[in-house]
Structure formats: structure tokens, C-alpha cells
């Protein structure tokens, strides 16, 4: 019985305050993932596989140390090097799917939860262009909204500076899911960026249904950051030089930023 996982659509949406005011918006759909799940849904869905090529599918290999294994075995090890307690763990992930083989997920956000169901960390699993990926992990409280802020540790965008401060907003995955990130620099704020959807069951139809709403998604989403970039660099926002080259990389947060 697939109990947890779901479909969110939506759409994303992103607001620049300065040097330049931009401001976009599309509509996406994305998966709510329940780890233990998996290989039920691999199993009873249709278009959809798991660790295989298909319309839509989930690799273990665009996750976590992304080389192949087990997700939820790399949650739990980073849990204990951060000395959150736990006896039994559910974990899940709100993520776009591959489709048609392809994926970028610029944000997947991974709930953990304890043997008692409730929520003991979060981790913001966030990917660049360059194919880094950076993991901010949190110990939290089992909270229907979740607040957790951090300074910027990682290179996302050639148009942002690494001075920075992230604030994270969002809520356990329900009817509805929203997650909502402020980001501000010294001279205050600077970007708003927020995701939203409705919660559908996780079923063949509704996963057909919500493709062909939209084709090619994962495709667009990449052509869509280029597009943006375009429209700043026109804009002559002034662009902030890569420094270092990382492949993965988590640091364990405290709400606490300098």
C-alpha cells in the first residue's frame, strides 16, 4: 500500500529584488517520495521505474553521495555523525522525477522522521548548473511549519554572491506543500524563491495526467535557468567568479549564521 508518497503540482516561483528586479514563474509538478515505498511503486505504477529508464523514474544516483546507493543508508550515517538519536527512521523526499532519463533538481528536500512518526531532521539537498551538489542538514523539531536558517556555504547562481544568508520556511508535507527561501545580504533582502503544490494520490493515472500537463518538464526547467541567466546578464548584473570545484559536500547546520 503506498501510504505516504504523493504527486505535488504547483508552480515555482522567483523574485529579485536587486541590482536589477526580475521576477518568473512556471509550473511544475514533483514527487513526494517515501524511501520505504519505493519498491512498491516500482512495482504497481505504470510509466514509472525505479534505478531503470522509463517515462518517469527515481535513481538512488541522483541523491545523497550520488553514486548509486541507498539513500536512506546515507540519511541514517549523516544522523549519527550528527548525533541525532533515532531507533528507526522514515524518510522522505520531495523531488522533480527523471523524465525521459533526465533531471535537475535545483533544491530536493529530504523529511526525516523517528519510529514515533515524528519529524527529527531535514535536509536541503541543493545542486548547481555545474553539477556540484551541497547538503545542509538541520536537527528540527516535529513542527507543522519549519524555520531554519543558515548562511550560504555553496555556488548556485553566477549572478549571486557567496555573502549570504539562507532562510528556510517550510512545511511537513500534507493536503498542500509549500517551502519558501528569503535570501538576504548585507544591505538586507535580496531574492525570494518559493515552491507550492496540491497533493495528489501517487497512481498511474495521476502521474500520466500530470505529464502530459507538462511534457518535458526537467528538460524545461534547465533551459528555463539558462534563459533567466540570459535575461540578467542583458540586465548587466554584475557576475560573481566560481572560486573552488567540489563533487559533494554537507555541512550540519544550527539555525545559527555569523
Not at 172 to 197: M, R, T, W, Y
Not at 230 to 241: A, M, Q
Amino acid at each position: 500500500m503506498i501510504k505516504y508518497s504523493k504527486i505535488y503540482s504547483g508552480q515555482v516561483i522567483h523574485t529579485r529584488f536587486k541590482p536589477k528586479k526580475h521576477h518568473f514563474k512556471y509550473k511544475v509538478f514533483s514527487l513526494l517520495i517515501d524511501l520505504d515505498e519505493i519498491i512498491e511503486i516500482n512495482k504497481n505504477l505504470n510509466f514509472f521505474s525505479y534505478n531503470k529508464f522509463n517515462l518517469i523514474s527515481f535513481f538512488d544516483i541522483d541523491h545523497g553521495d550520488r553514486d548509486g546507493s541507498n539513500v536512506k543508508e546515507w540519511v541514517k550515517e549523516n544522523l549519527i555523525k550528527k548525533n541525532i538519536k533515532f531507533q528507526n527512521i522514515r524518510v522522505e523526499i520531495l523531488c522533480y522525477p527523471r523524465i525521459l532519463g533526465y533531471v535537475f533538481n535545483p533544491l530536493s528536500i529530504l523529511y526525516v522522521y523517528n519510529e514515533k512518526d515524528e519529524l527529527i531532521s531535514i535536509f536541503y539537498e541543493v545542486k548547481n548548473t555545474f553539477g556540484e551538489q551541497h547538503t545542509y542538514i538541520f536537527k528540527t523539531q516535529d513542527q507543522k511549519i519549519i524555520k531554519n536558517k543558515c548562511d550560504k556555504k555553496f555556488y548556485v547562481s553566477p549572478f549571486i554572491d557567496m555573502e549570504c544568508v539562507y532562510n528556510f520556511s517550510v512545511t511537513k508535507p500534507g493536503d498542500s506543500i509549500s517551502v519558501i527561501i528569503n535570501q538576504h545580504d548585507k544591505e538586507g533582502k535580496l531574492l525570494f524563491a518559493s515552491q507550492d503544490g496540491k497533493s495528489q494520490d501517487l497512481t498511474s493515472k495521476n502521474l500520466i495526467l500530470n505529464y502530459l500537463r507538462h511534457p518535458l518538464m526537467t528538460f524545461k526547467v534547465i533551459v528555463a535557468i539558462h534563459y533567466e541567466a540570459f535575461k540578467l546578464w542583458f540586465k548587466k548584473v554584475k557576475l560573481v567568479k566560481k572560486k573552488i570545484k567540489i563533487l559533494n559536500r554537507i555541512t550540519f547546520e544550527t539555525n545559527e549564521f555569523k
